[in-house]
C-alpha cells in the first residue's frame, strides 16, 4: 500500500504488477478507482442545456451536443490555457455527472461552485459513490451476467442498470485503451459488487503499478505528470477532445479561461508538444529524463514526462514534451539516462491497438 492523493492505494496484488498488467489486456482486470470525485451538476432551470453551457465556459469542449445517455473526456483550463485538471461528462439526462481526478477533486468543486452555481446545483458525491473499473478484452463477459444490459452499450455510452438489487450509473470506458466499463455504485455495496465480479474465474485485482503500466501503453496523460497548469491541450496533443464548435470559426467558438492563448496555438501552432518515445534498448526511460536532438548531449529539446517498460509492447515506452520543431512521427532523440545518452524514436500513441466496442 501506497500513499496516492490522500489515499492508501495498493501498488499490487499477490499477482504482481507485470502479470496483472497482462492479465487485463487478456482478460479482465477490476480497479478500485473511489479515490475519485463524483459531482452531479443539475440546472436549476431544469434544462440541462443551461448547465451544459454553464460547464462549457470552464472547459472548451463541446458539451451542449452531448446527447443524453452519452459521456465525453474533456479539460478545466485556467486563464494561462493551462489545464487544471482533465474529466469525464456524461449526460444523465436530468443532470452532469463529472467525474475528476482524485487530487484535484477539492478544488475542482471549488471552481464548479464558484462559476456555476447561480445556473447548477453542484452535488458532491464523494463519499457516499464508490467507483469501480473493469478493464479487459473479457470485461463484458463478466459484468453481463450480472447485468445483461450492458452487451447493448457502445463505447462511451453511459445508463443506469440495477446490479445485485442496486442501482448503478455504468459507463462504457476506461482508463486502459481496453474495452471495459466504469460502475458508480453506492458505497455500502461497492464490496459486494466487488467480490461478485471477483468470483468470476476471468476477473483479478489489479494496482496502481498494472494501471499506470496500461494508461501509458494506451497513451493516455496521468495529471500531475504529462498534463498540469502549465500545459495547454494544444501542447498536451489533446486537441482531438475540443470538438469543432468550440474550435476557431465554431458555432461557440472561445468563451472559456485561456480561450486566447489556446485558439492562437490552434491557429498557429505550439512552440513545444507531448508526444510519444520508444526506446531501442531496454533500458525504462523515466521522467523527468531529459531529451537531446544528438547524442553528446549539446542541444537540449525537451523532457520525459511518463514512463517504463511496456509488458505488451515489449520495450520501454515513454511520453514527453519536445520542441515543435523535432515532433515529428519517426524523430531520432537521445534521452539522459545515468549519464548516457539513448536513442528513442518518437512513435504515435497508442502503443497499442485499443479495443473499444464502438
Known amino acids: 500500500m501506497v500513499p496516492f492523493a490522500g489515499y492508501d492505494m495498493p501498488v499490487q496484488y499477490p499477482m504482481g504488477v507485470l502479470k496483472e498488467h497482462l492479465h487485463t489486456r487478456e482478460k479482465a482486470g477490476l480497479f478500485d478507482v473511489s479515490h475519485m470525485g463524483q459531482v452531479w451538476l443539475k440546472p436549476r432551470s431544469g434544462n440541462l442545456a443551461d ?20 459521456q465525453r473526456y474533456a479539460f478545466f483550463t485556467n486563464q494561462e490555457g493551462g489545464i487544471l485538471d482533465d474529466l469525464m461528462v456524461a449526460n444523465r439526462g436530468d443532470h452532469l455527472l463529472v467525474i475528476v481526478n482524485a487530487a484535484c477533486k477539492d ?9 456555476l452555481s447561480d445556473l447548477c ?20 463477459d ?25 442501482t448503478c450509473v455504468i459507463s462504457r470506458s476506461g482508463y486502459t485503451g481496453e474495452d471495459g466499463f466504469e460502475i458508480s455504485v453506492p458505497a455500502e455495496h461497492a464490496e459486494a459488487l466487488a467480490r461478485a465480479l471477483l468470483a468470476h474465474e476471468d476477473c483479478e485485482p489489479i494496482g496502481l503499478g498494472a494501471r499506470d503500466s496500461l494508461r501509458l501503453e ?13 500545459t495547454t491541450p494544444v501542447e498536451a496533443s489533446l486537441v482531438w477532445g475540443m470538438q469543432k464548435a468550440r474550435r476557431p470559426g465554431g458555432d461557440r467558438e472561445g468563451g472559456f479561461p485561456g480561450a486566447d492563448i489556446v485558439l492562437q496555438q490552434l491557429a498557429e501552432g505550439a512552440k513545444r508538444l507531448r508526444v510519444g518515445l520508444k526506446a531501442e534498448g531496454r533500458a525504462p526511460i523515466r521522467p523527468p529524463a531529459k531529451l537531446f536532438a544528438d547524442d553528446k548531449g549539446a542541444t537540449e529539446i525537451g523532457h520525459v514526462t511518463s514512463g517504463g517498460f511496456g509488458p505488451s509492447v515489449g520495450v520501454p515506452v515513454a511520453m ?11 524523430t531520432t532523440l537521445y534521452a539522459e539516462v545515468r549519464g548516457k545518452f539513448l536513442p528513442v524514436t518518437i512513435t504515435d500513441t497508442p502503443f497499442i491497438k485499443p479495443t473499444y466496442k464502438r
Open 107 to 115: 478544488a475542482d468543486l471549488a471552481h464548479m461552485k464558484a462559476y
Open 51 to 70: 448547465a451544459a453551457i454553464a460547464l462549457e465556459k470552464l472547459a472548451p469542449v463541446d458539451l451542449l451536443g452531448l446527447k443524453p445517455g452519452r
Open 218 to 230: 494506451a497513451g493516455l496523460c496521468l495529471y500531475g505528470n504529462d498534463i498540469d497548469t502549465t
Open 121 to 140: 446545483e453542484v452535488e458532491t458525491h464523494f463519499e457516499d459513490k464508490a467507483l469501480l473499473a473493469l478493464q479487459g478484452p473479457k470485461a463484458e
Open 320 to 330: 514527453g514534451y519536445v520542441a515543435a520543431d523535432h515532433a515529428e512521427t519517426g
Open 142 to 166: 463478466v459484468l453481463a451476467p450480472l447485468c445483461p444490459a450492458v452487451a447493448e452499450m457502445k463505447f462511451m455510452d453511459v445508463r443506469a442498470c440495477e446490479i445485485l438489487g442496486v
